[in-house]
């Protein structure tokens, strides 16, 4: 067997006429039928194999040591008061919870948990609900949070808006029945959603 300069094995006719080269790729064929080559394509090493590794399992969500690649989560976003309170009292009956993510999130499940201390402390909490300004409901009355947002609930999820870094998250939030004296109704609002992390 005849090696070329580069280490490829040659056939054919050492003075040229036919010669082909293995590390030579045919990219077409002239009138006469002589083959017209191309760039000259790496061989591997004689005696090198090519076996492939496999990645280790926790490797699995990471491009490189350190390197996540791009996931979802279903993290919780808390909602609190813009008045500094998340109790509604006789001289508070509208509270309008909030959250500002951080990240990219779109909302999908209300946790809604409420304390009512008194006899008056019966109302049920409405809602209005938006991502930034957009209205995340299909009329503008208001809907009740509490039915909706039960922690016990079975399949209660909402499609909500995709939102960018910086959005407001807001729940305008009034009591359908009045307070009276000292009785309150202390409420959290948590909203779970997907996070692009």
């Given at each position: 067997m005849m090696y070329d300069e580069y280490g490829n094995e040659v056939e054919g006719d050492v003075m040229g006429a036919g010669?082909?080269?293995?590390?030579m790729e045919v990219v077409g064929y002239e009138d006469d039928g002589s083959a017209v080559y191309g760039a000259r394509r790496p061989l591997p090493r004689r005696g090198v194999s090519r076996i492939a590794v496999q990645r280790p399992n926790w490797r699995a969500t990471t491009l490189a040591p350190g390197v996540i690649a791009p996931d979802q989560g279903l993290l919780p976003l808390p909602m609190t008061g813009r008045t500094g309170t998340n109790t509604f009292t006789a001289a508070l009956p509208t509270i309008t919870f909030q959250g500002q993510i951080q990240k990219p999130f779109r909302g999908e499940r209300l946790l809604v948990s409420t304390v009512r201390t008194g006899a008056t402390a019966v109302g049920r909490l409405i809602g209005q609900l938006f991502v930034g300004t957009d209205l995340q409901q299909l009329d503008i009355d208001g809907f009740d949070l509490e039915q909706v947002g039960t922690p016990n609930?079975?399949?209660?999820?909402?499609?909500?808006k995709p939102a960018q870094p910086g959005v407001f998250i807001r729940l305008v939030t009034t009591l359908n029945s009045v307070l009276t004296g000292t009785d309150t109704i202390a409420t959290t609002i948590t909203l779970l959603g997907r996070l692009v992390h």
């Open positions: 010669m082909v080269t293995t590390g609930a079975f399949g209660v999820r909402l499609t909500m």
